[in-house]
């Protein structure tokens, strides 16, 4: 191991570290801890975690927290762990967080208030330093507790109407706009949309933002064409695309509020006889993952998942050293539509 030497059948010490590295333990101590590398030269901290990484020297994280009152984990909260938007989340999380020093424990709550009540309970007992928060709905109670017990938070993917909390979302308003544009330039006028559940903020923003785009480019919006969805879910999808279609108004395209709704779309449409794109338009909202290989390939707005996590990771860990901000912050990251084979001109 690096031509160091240690008895097989000694644990590697702080002190053992020290003497190789020919500093004091305390230096040592500094320059493996994230937080207080940086009082120790960056040439002498790099000399000391080579050496510590050659001795097989692995710090007591539960020494540490008696030592900061911190035990190095964060809770991350995921409202479906099944959801394809989440793992790359959940992996810019860990990827900020790992280097650092901390530990993401996941926990899924089905979308259920008793669960992720429960869940959060869980999490407060090992006693995690803050919370990243995908389950945020408009109006939380949960979320407000927290606030008030000033425990360190940032919600991702989501906001809520009240409550001063940092966030990291994306630019939904220029996602829709961009996706009604792209219809109405393929000559599409009679347009539906799938809006998601009216208690997420995603849901009302993107529904919001379809109705002002659309008539900002001078397209009329019909009532008539636009249908709840219970859940971000495909069978939800399939649902309200299936009333529309045995409904009296016709239309060419739909704008579905997120990509499970949208493959819910497919099986929609395959049942009732429809093609996409050419007799329906489809359009999704995130670009998950393998998207691309449905037949048709899915248009979609694509969303940074993955530096939303890592920006919230970060966020959450400056709130961590830091100290909660005054008031909380947005981050909106930018978005771009990827057009694919599921969008087509208005046949003649």
């Given at each position: 191991?690096?031509?160091?030497?240690?008895p097989?059948?000694?644990?590697?010490?702080?002190?053992?570290?020290?003497?190789h590295?020919?500093?004091?333990?305390?230096?040592?101590?500094?320059?493996?801890?994230?937080?207080?590398?940086?009082?120790v030269?960056?040439?002498?901290?790099?000399?000391?975690?080579?050496?510590a990484?050659?001795l097989?020297?692995r710090?007591?994280?539960?020494a540490?927290?008696?030592?900061?009152?911190?035990?190095?984990?964060?809770?991350?909260?995921?409202?479906?762990?099944?959801n394809?938007?989440?793992?790359?989340?959940?992996?810019g999380?860990?990827?900020?967080?790992?280097?650092?020093?901390?530990?993401?424990?996941?926990?899924?709550?089905d979308?259920?208030?008793?669960?992720?009540?429960?869940?959060?309970?869980?999490?407060?007992?090992h006693?995690?330093?803050?919370?990243?928060?995908?389950?945020?709905?408009?109006?939380?109670?949960?979320?407000?507790?927290?606030?008030q017990?000033?425990?360190?938070?940032?919600?991702?993917?989501?906001?809520?109407?009240?409550?001063?909390?940092?966030?990291?979302?994306?630019?939904?308003?220029?996602?829709?706009?961009?996706?009604?544009?792209?219809?109405?330039?393929?000559?599409?006028?009679?347009?539906?949309?799938?809006?998601?559940?009216?208690?997420?903020?995603?849901?009302?923003?993107?529904?919001?933002?379809?109705?002002?785009?659309?008539?900002?480019?001078?397209?009329?919006?019909?009532?008539?064409?636009?249908?709840?969805?219970?859940?971000?879910?495909?069978a939800?999808?399939?649902?309200?695309?299936?009333?529309?279609?045995?409904?009296?108004?016709?239309?060419?395209?739909?704008?579905a509020?997120?990509?499970?709704?949208?493959?819910g779309?497919y099986d929609a449409?395959?049942?009732?006889?429809?093609?996409?794109?050419?007799?329906?338009?489809?359009?999704?909202?995130?670009?998950?993952?393998?998207?691309?290989?449905?037949?048709?390939?899915?248009?979609?707005?694509?969303?940074?998942?993955?530096?939303?996590?890592?920006?919230?990771?970060?966020?959450?860990?400056?709130?961590?050293?830091?100290?909660l901000?005054?008031r909380?912050?947005?981050?909106?990251?930018?978005?771009?539509?990827?057009?694919?084979?599921?969008?087509?001109?208005?046949?003649?």
């Amino acid at each position: 191991m690096g031509g160091y030497s240690v008895p097989m059948s000694a644990v590697p010490t702080l002190r053992d570290v020290a003497v190789h590295a020919g500093v004091h333990v305390a230096t040592v101590s500094r320059a493996l801890n994230p937080e207080t590398r940086h009082q120790v030269n960056a040439e002498t901290a790099a000399r000391i975690i080579s050496i510590a990484r050659d001795l097989g020297y692995r710090p007591n994280a539960l020494a540490r927290g008696l030592r900061t009152a911190r035990s190095t984990t964060v809770g991350v909260l995921l409202p479906d762990i099944t959801n394809p938007l989440f793992p790359p989340i959940v992996r810019g999380i860990e990827e900020v967080l790992l280097p650092e020093g901390y530990t993401a424990l996941i926990a899924n709550t089905d979308n259920a208030p008793d669960q992720e009540e429960a869940q959060f309970t869980r999490l407060r007992q090992h006693h995690v330093d803050g919370f990243i928060v995908a389950t945020a709905r408009r109006d939380h109670p949960l979320l407000r507790r927290v606030r008030q017990e000033k425990i360190p938070l940032v919600l991702v993917n989501r906001t809520i109407e009240r409550g001063g909390f940092t966030s990291v979302v994306a630019d939904d308003t220029a996602g829709v706009t961009a996706a009604v544009r792209h219809l109405i330039d393929l000559g599409h006028r009679d347009i539906a949309f799938l809006a998601g559940p009216s208690n997420l903020s995603t849901a009302l923003l993107r529904l919001n933002t379809f109705k002002r785009a659309a008539a900002e480019l001078g397209v009329a919006v019909d009532g008539r064409l636009i249908e709840r969805c219970e859940a971000y879910s495909e069978a939800a999808g399939d649902a309200a695309l299936s009333r529309l279609i045995a409904g009296e108004r016709r239309f060419t395209a739909v704008l579905a509020s997120n990509d499970l709704i949208a493959l819910g779309c497919y099986d929609a449409l395959e049942r009732n006889g429809l093609s996409c794109p050419g007799d329906i338009s489809v359009i999704g909202f995130n670009d998950m993952p393998f998207i691309d290989k449905l037949r048709p390939p899915l248009t979609s707005v694509h969303v940074p998942h993955h530096e939303m996590g890592r920006t919230a990771a970060r966020l959450l860990l400056k709130q961590i050293r830091d100290g909660l901000p005054r008031r909380g912050e947005t981050v909106q990251l930018p978005v771009e539509l990827v057009v694919r084979g599921s969008t087509a001109a208005v046949r003649p």
